[in-house]
Nanobody, 121 residues
Framework: QVHLVESGGGLVQPGGSLRLSCAASGSISSIHAMGWYRQAPEKARELVAIDATGGSPSYASSVKGRFTISRDNAKNTVYLQMNDLKPEDTAVYLC???????????????WGQGTQVTVSS
């Protein structure tokens, strides 16, 4: 019902920057939240940042002051601006959205395929 397409990952040196994008498409009635998670090899998936509609963005303590989440509601797109990247930021970054689709009355969550971010010198 909902398709998420992520882009913007790649290889960057420590201290560099990347901007991730995630565009949602489908029969969306309303978007309740959009956010980013990450998963490093052999580690658990963790929340990076999330932006709930009508609320304030929340960030993991490890990325506060370096990452910024933002949304373009007209395009159903969420961004993650990542500055001062560190090797420990290396992971697959996954987009998640919580939406209500036209055929349902309650919200559901959907996940993207993920985009690789590698921070190395």
């Amino acid at each position: 019902q909902v398709h998420l397409v992520e882009s913007g990952g790649g290889l960057v040196q420590p201290g560099g920057s990347l901007r991730l994008s995630c565009a949602a498409s489908g029969s969306i009635s309303s978007i309740h939240a959009m956010g980013w998670y990450r998963q490093a090899p052999e580690k658990a998936r963790e929340l990076v940042a999330i932006d709930a509609t009508g609320g304030s963005p929340s960030y993991a303590s490890s990325v506060k002051g370096r990452f910024t989440i933002s949304r373009d509601n007209a395009k159903n797109t969420v961004y993650l601006q990542m500055n001062d990247l560190k090797p420990e930021d290396t992971a697959v970054y996954l987009c998640k959205t919580v939406v209500t689709i036209l055929s349902r009355r309650i919200p559901d969550e959907y996940w993207g395929q993920g985009t690789q971010v590698t921070v190395s010198s």
